[in-house]
Antibody
Framework: QVQLVQSGAEVKKPGASVRVSCKAS????????INWLRQAPGQGLEWMGW????????DFAQKFQGRVTMTRDTSIGTAHMELRNLKSEDTAVYYC??????????????????WGHGTMVTVSS | DIQLTQSPSSLSASVGDRVTITCRAS??????LAWFQQKPGEAPKSLIY???SLQGGVPPKFTGSGSGTDFTLTISSLQPEDFATYYC?????????FGQGTRLEIK
């Protein structure tokens, strides 16, 4: 079955970096774009950016430009998200999600159909 | 950035009720709107895309409507498993943005 399995929880100090991994199974990894989002405790969902696992092309929310990198290892079907210069406000659950393109009324729609279980990243001194 | 405003922020209802959540966009997003359900400690689950199309495996008790700037999600015949937080999402333009969420609680 289609799954995204994320790496385990992390605790980091301010100024450090964190890398979260997202391993795909049950489908051809390169075929579907991966998005990354996060959710601070008790808060809503925040989109961070996306990566094309086939080409490695990435695009990020302006808020994270210069601080985030998204990469992939196609040999093991895994996407990575690295966030640098961590601050306490970066404490959140980080999710990866797959984009399934569906058609409706003659248009193409990008749907987030499968999600990883989330990775808690805590930034604390 | 496109802002999405959901109302209400929280809602109490009973098993068997029908409820409606609204989502208003700060500019025209056509029908590039999705709805998600999230339960505590879980990842969001896709319910609806293109404002009114059901994601695969989602029961038809969830119905979405709207276009342009005003959208609704209606949940009929509430069951205990439906009590959760619901988010709307626009994907017309980057950055992708979400509403602040509507917490649906059991009365």
């Amino acid at each position: 079955q289609v799954q995204l399995v994320q790496s385990g929880a992390e605790v980091k100090k301010p100024g450090a970096s964190v890398r979260v991994s997202c391993k795909a199974s049950g489908y051809t990894f390169q075929t579907y774009i991966i998005n990354w989002l996060r959710q601070a405790p008790g808060q809503g969902l925040e989109w961070m950016g996306w990566m094309d696992p086939d080409t490695g092309y990435t695009d990020f929310a302006q808020k994270f430009q210069g601080r985030v990198t998204m990469t992939r290892d196609t040999s093991i079907g895994t996407a990575h998200m690295e966030l640098r210069n961590l601050k306490s406000e970066d404490t959140a659950v980080y999710y990866c999600t797959r984009v399934l393109v569906l058609a409706a009324a003659g248009q193409k729609h990008d749907t987030f159909d499968v999600w990883g279980h989330g990775t808690m990243v805590t930034v604390s001194s | 950035d496109i802002q999405l405003t959901q109302s209400p922020s929280s809602l109490s209802a009973s098993v068997g009720d029908r409820v409606t959540i609204t989502c208003r966009a700060s500019q025209d997003i056509s029908n590039y709107l999705a709805w998600f359900q999230q339960k505590p400690g879980e990842a969001p689950k896709s319910l609806i895309y293109a404002a009114s199309s059901l994601q695969g495996g989602v029961p038809p008790k969830f119905t979405g409507s709207g276009s342009g700037t005003d959208f609704t999600l209606t949940i009929s015949s509430l069951q205990p498993e439906d009590f959760a937080t619901y988010y709307c999402q626009q994907y017309k333009d980057y950055p992708i943005t979400f509403g602040q969420g509507t917490r649906l609680e059991i009365k």
